[in-house]
């Protein structure tokens, strides 16, 4: 969904931010998390470094949703793990977030999110598959060749997934139903007419006492 996009790509570009341009980041030139190499494969070969630093806010927009969340099924993932998805994706490449799903969830790791891993996805709590693809997200990242140097910057991000993916969850689930036979009663005060008619009864009752006592 459209609301969630953009609510994931929010936090996408928390972690992403602005320019950077690495010697040990072997994606060279970067722009809010988007490298030149995919920049160039999207908007034209003949796109410079100073385009880059350019981008617009609807190329980027353009380059999130179709290099990524649309390749892992953002939109039919339940809220919440489409961001942990999504964000793995943008990190790693969809292909593995792919698989890393698929494994957890036991169908083939093909690396592409179709049917068969969405209905496997239908069968578990997506809290628990937050919670496992984050885990097994960090082992992979601190099996890399430059973990030393980037190392406790993924450890922050990915405990920062977890969390606000797991909110997410929290946030799309259902009221609970009412009780049967239980009603939900209006705050004591809270109607007006209500104190009106309290009002009248009460001076009602006042002046049957005070007959009462002059008898």
């Known amino acids: ?21 690495h010697p040990a980041d072997p994606g060279g030139a970067t722009n809010r998390g988007i490298t030149i190499a995919v920049f160039r494969e999207v908007y034209g070969k003949g796109k410079t470094v100073d385009d ?31 961001y942990a998805v999504f964000d793995f994706a943008v990190n790693s490449g969809p292909a593995r977030a792919a698989r890393y799903l698929q494994r957890i969830v036991g169908v083939a790791q093909d690396g592409v999110i179709g049917p068969q891993t969405l209905a496997a996805v239908a069968k578990h709590d997506p809290a628990k598959l937050i919670t496992r693809l984050c885990d097994d997200r960090l082992a992979f990242l601190r099996s890399l060749s430059t973990y030393k140097t980037f190392g406790k910057g993924w450890e922050r991000r990915v405990e920062d997934v977890r969390r606000d993916a797991l909110a997410m969850v929290g946030a799309a689930s259902p009221p609970e139903p009412a009780k049967t036979g239980t009603q939900t009663q209006p705050p004591a005060g809270s109607n007006p007419v209500g104190r009106v008619i309290e009002f009248i009864v009460k001076a009602i009752t006042i002046l049957i006492e005070k007959a009462f006592r002059r008898q």
């Not at 996009?5 to 950077?20: C, D, I, N, T």
């Not at 981008?55 to 039919?76: F, S």
Request: aromatic content about 10%; charged content about 30%.
């Open 1 to 21: 969904m459209e609301a969630n996009f953009q609510r994931s790509l929010s936090l996408v570009l928390k972690h992403e931010g602005g320019w950077a341009d």
């Open 52 to 82: 880059l630093k350019r981008i617009t806010d609807e190329q980027v927009a353009h380059i999130y949703r179709t290099r990524y969340w649309a390749k892992v099924r953002g939109d039919d993932l339940p809220a919440g793990l489409d």
